[in-house]
């Protein structure tokens, strides 16, 4: 029986417009009811899915959870409060950020705990987040200090092409040991860049042993890259019909439907109900 589902939100759970479809929170309901934890397991931010935490009922529940930054931060969805903070080592983010600076074409993201900070950014990224309910302040400059007694749980950069986002990758190896950051893709616009041995993966691992489940008790969905380190953890990993080529190759179960049909449904009335 299984006892957890941690899903990925943005073309997963979410529809490609970032909303939450009833069928979808309907679903997760009732596997709630039934006392089965769900778990958004997102590259984002808690703060800008916390409305749709609500229409789950998962809100401000004691003993409920979120994953959040790619398995920077574990939350009890109740006030929010942190049980595993992953952050990585300021020396090391701050190399990243100046990469990510140095090419003008790119909107590096700086994920601090709790404030999503942007340098130059682009309508379209910015327009993707806003979509989202993601809210972030934008840096005037390049100057990483302002981070120093703050804790960084990820760094990535938006480019439009997989070219360019492998180039940044190669870029921000130059310059950091590649032994001490975790990369991963995700939307088709981002490169991901964590502390080493933090992903979606260890992420799920951790809390799992904190409630007493074992990992095959646990589903876990996903559509892209920076879900794969969750899939392969896991007793049943899913992939959503969008999912990409090595989602799909991961998962023991692809989804007739996709994100925008009600995927999460179709699992949770498939493996749950």
Same mark, same amino acid.
């Given at each position: 029986?299984y006892?957890m589902i941690?899903?990925? =939100?943005?073309?997963?759970?979410m ?10 929170a309907?679903a %997760? ?6 006392g089965?934890?769900?778990v ?5 931010? $808690?703060?800008?899915?916390q ?15 979120s994953i959040?930054?790619?398995?920077? @931060?574990?939350?009890?969805?109740d006030?929010?409060?942190?049980m &595993?903070v992953?952050?990585m +080592?300021?020396?090391?983010a701050?190399? #990243?950020?100046?990469a990510?600076a140095a090419?003008?074409?790119?909107a590096?993201?700086? $994920?601090?705990?709790?404030? =999503?900070? %942007? $340098?130059? +950014?682009t *309508?379209?990224?910015?327009a ?8 972030f302040? #934008? &840096? ?5 200090s302002m981070?120093?007694?703050?804790n ?5 950069m938006?480019l *439009?092409?997989?070219?360019?986002r492998?180039q ?5 190896e130059?310059?950091? /040991? +590649?032994?001490?950051i975790a990369?991963t893709y ?5 490169v991901?860049?964590?502390?080493a041995?933090?992903?979606?993966g260890s992420?799920?691992?951790q =809390?799992?042993e904190?409630?007493?489940i ?5 589903i876990a969905?996903? /559509?892209?890259?920076?879900? @794969?380190p &969750?899939l392969?953890?896991?007793?049943? *990993?899913?992939s959503?019909?969008?999912? %990409?080529d090595?989602?799909k190759?991961a998962?023991?179960?692809v ?7 009600d ?6 009335n498939?493996? %749950?109900?």
């Amino acid at each position: 029986m299984y006892k957890m589902i941690v899903c990925d =939100l943005d073309e997963t759970l979410m529809n490609d417009d970032g909303s939450l479809s009833e069928k979808n929170a309907a679903a %997760i309901k009732a596997a709630s009811a039934k006392g089965v934890y769900f778990v958004p397991n997102s590259g984002r931010s $808690y703060t800008s899915f916390q409305n749709d935490l609500a229409t789950m009922g998962l809100r401000d529940q004691p003993n409920q959870y979120s994953i959040s930054y790619n398995g920077g @931060l574990v939350l009890e969805n109740d006030g929010n409060r942190p049980m &595993m903070v992953n952050a990585m +080592p300021y020396a090391t983010a701050k190399a #990243i950020f100046e990469a990510g600076a140095a090419n003008r074409e790119a909107a590096t993201h700086v $994920y601090t705990q709790d404030v =999503l900070y %942007i $340098y130059n +950014p682009t *309508p379209e990224d910015s327009a993707y987040l806003t979509n989202r309910g993601v809210s972030f302040e #934008i &840096m005037t400059t390049a100057d990483f200090s302002m981070f120093k007694d703050l804790n960084v749980m990820k760094v990535i950069m938006a480019l *439009p092409t997989m070219p360019k986002r492998r180039q940044m990758r190669a870029d921000v190896e130059q310059v950091v /040991d +590649p032994t001490e950051i975790a990369v991963t893709y995700s939307s088709d616009r981002y490169v991901e860049f964590n502390r080493a041995g933090v992903n979606k993966g260890s992420a799920t691992v951790q =809390l799992g042993e904190k409630l007493g489940i074992k990992p095959a008790e646990i589903i876990a969905a996903g /559509d892209n890259g920076n879900d @794969l380190p &969750m899939l392969k953890v896991v007793g049943l *990993p899913v992939s959503v019909a969008n999912g %990409i080529d090595s989602v799909k190759a991961a998962a023991k179960y692809v989804t007739t439907a996709d994100n925008n049909h009600d995927a999460m449904a179709e699992i949770i009335n498939k493996f %749950i109900l």
